[in-house]
């Protein structure tokens, strides 16, 4: 949960005026080796969840795989769940020898239903990806939508998604008169 193991990518950078390579120095190393990796911060959410859940019913997913209902009481634990959607990966420290101290910093907060579906609805995704082959995105491409989401005011997230929108459906109708336009003349 907190370590990682990836594949080790060694990043040099080159100055183009004097030609002089630098590498990082905690990336000593080959590149495509397997490390683990360490991530500071851990999210301990408890969901806020206040319906009733009838006995004799099923329980729906994702709810289905935090909830046990104890049939003798009628009653089931609170659900905690370990969030770590919004760990990126350039938060990840390389574990090697010459890191002497992890940094550990714990968050413990409710989660909505809303929130809690969202995040399963997530870890769901890339499991069906999985399982039927298709192309997944990598943590890096991930990580520039979480980061996005992270540091941009949401007025601003919003009004680039009504400005898509509009401009999606001005695309389609220029497109609608163009075809009318060419099929009308002879």
Known sequence: M???YKKRKVESTTNLLTG???HRPEEQGEDGEIISYWHPNITISML???RVWPAGTPIPPPFDK???ID???MQYQPVLYVNDYWELSSDLIAV???VEVLPLSITYAPISVFYFQIYEAQ???KQWNNMFGAVEQTDEENDIVKRTMLETNPYILGVTIV???IHTIFEFLAFKNDIQFWKSRK
Request: hydrophobic content about 30%; aromatic content about 8%.
């Open 2 to 4: 907190w370590t990682r």
């Open 20 to 22: 002089e390579t630098k």
């Open 48 to 50: 806020d969840d206040q």
């Open 66 to 68: 935090w909830i046990q």
């Open 71 to 73: 049939l003798d009481t």
């Open 96 to 98: 090697n020898e010459t």
């Open 123 to 125: 870890k769901m995704q």
């Open 163 to 165: 400005v898509s929108i």
